[in-house]
């Protein structure tokens, strides 16, 4: 018998069930899929640690998450670059003064940057959607070059929605950086990729003697009333077994590629956001620098959610599906033993810091009561 069942054993199941186990708490994490580590996943393939469910970075400003992850790993220093292909160039995105440079002539992009920065501060990020609305000409040109060249069709791609039907947090992810540091995160403090991996961190998180591991294992196959309090870490809508409706979710497709030569391309990732259907292409053996001479390259190709065919990635955050989701939160008030978590459960875009300090929220909220 346990005391606790966790459902799911991603970043977000792993961090609750070692506080729990070492609180003393007896605790079984069970996965339906056959590893774990959830979309953090990674193995190494020809010397090469590929990343299973697309790139996976992590970043963070929040110093408690940082230290609770570095009980469990070293981080090797990945300063996370992206780029993009816009009019047969390769720019930085976030679009910046370095971008400014690559694409326009010495004069019209000096006019350029001059006017953003009488207008924002250096090192400050505005959001695509609010630099339309400038008045400025120059301002409101740049703002739809940006939007044109590197955010609608990327949008389009990436969501299957325009830009304007998406949640200003989905949307505002895409900011145009004031300035010249070509890193993505440029404002968190702690950056880095696992020196031996997601999969390794997460086998340490979850590796303690009150812990036991199932995967292969649904969460519909188990008895609940055995349990003290369930984590969830599954869809809130699968739980209810849909009904009110399902809530949506993007989906990607990987077609990996394994190539006899040192490097394929410039940097770990390059977005296309015009052509081709995929969005764009990793390339795995920058992200712990790995010195083989062959490379292995995902091809990204978004595609839409259905149930039983691929995996729920991304919420779509809309009125309406904040709306339902609102609606099976309030279900959840008649099970007071379940508590919902992470991405699936929370139904939120979290990237990994953001799973990990929820997790953390909920435990010491649970040991509160
Ligand atoms: C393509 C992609 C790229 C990303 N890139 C980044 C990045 O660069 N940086 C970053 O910080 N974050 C990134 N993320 C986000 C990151 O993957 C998530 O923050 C993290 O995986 C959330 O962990 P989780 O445990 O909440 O969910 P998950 O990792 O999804 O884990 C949930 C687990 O629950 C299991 N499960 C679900 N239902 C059941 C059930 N009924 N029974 C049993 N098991 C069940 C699933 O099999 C899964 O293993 C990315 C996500 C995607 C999809």
Redesign the pocket.
């Given at each position: 018998m346990k005391d606790i069942l966790i459902?799911?054993?991603?970043?977000?199941?792993?961090t609750i069930a070692n506080k729990l186990a070492n609180a003393g708490k007896q605790v079984l994490v069970?996965?339906?899929?056959n590893?774990?580590?959830?979309?953090?996943?990674d193995k190494r393939e020809d010397g090469i640690m590929v990343?299973q469910?697309?790139?996976?970075?992590?970043?963070?400003s929040i110093k408690e998450v940082y230290d609770f992850l570095s009980q469990f790993t070293t981080f090797t220093d990945y300063q996370?670059q992206v780029k993009a292909v816009i009019q047969g160039k390769e720019v930085p995105v976030p679009f910046n003064f370095n971008s400014i440079d690559i694409l326009f002539d010495k004069n019209r992009a000096h006019e350029l940057k001059d006017k953003l920065l009488s207008h924002y501060n250096l090192d400050s990020k505005v959001p695509i959607l609010e630099l339309q609305n400038a008045e400025d000409k120059d301002l409101q040109f740049l703002a739809e070059f940006v939007y044109e060249n590197l955010f609608l069709h990327y949008t389009l791609k990436q969501w299957g929605l325009r830009p304007d039907e998406l949640d200003k947090s989905v949307s505002g992810r895409v900011p145009v950086y004031i300035g010249t540091d070509d890193r993505y995160f440029p404002w968190d403090a702690y950056q880095g990729i696992p020196s031996q991996g997601y999969t390794k961190m997460i086998e340490n998180i979850l590796n303690h003697e009150n812990i036991e591991i199932q995967l292969n294992?649904?969460?519909?196959n188990l008895n609940s009333d055995d349990y003290e309090h369930i984590f969830?870490?599954?869809?809130i809508d699968?739980?209810f077994d849909y009904k009110l409706g399902e809530l949506p979710y993007r989906s990607?497709r990987f077609e990996n590629q394994t190539i006899t030569k040192n490097y394929f391309q410039s940097n770990s990732v390059i977005n296309y956001p015009n052509e081709h259907e995929y969005t764009r292409i990793i390339e795995h053996k920058y992200f712990l620098n790995d010195k083989t001479d062959k490379t292995i390259i995902s091809y990204?190709y978004p595609e839409a959610y259905e149930l039983g065919k691929n995996?729920?990635?991304?919420p779509i955050i809309k009125e309406e599906t904040t709306k339902l989701y609102q609606a099976y939160l309030e279900q959840t008030k008649y099970l007071p033993y379940i508590t919902f978590?992470?991405?699936?459960?929370?139904y939120k875009y979290?990237?990994?810091?953001?799973?990990v300090n929820r997790?953390l929220e909920v435990f010491n909220l649970y040991q509160s009561q």
């Open positions: 459902v799911g054993a991603g970043i977000s199941g792993a069970i996965d339906e899929k590893h774990i580590a959830g979309n953090c996943y990343h469910y697309g790139a996976h970075i992590f970043h963070t996370h294992t649904k969460f519909c969830y870490a599954g869809t699968g739980f990607e990204e995996d729920p990635y991304y978590i992470g991405r699936l459960g929370d979290y990237d990994m810091d953001k799973a997790a």
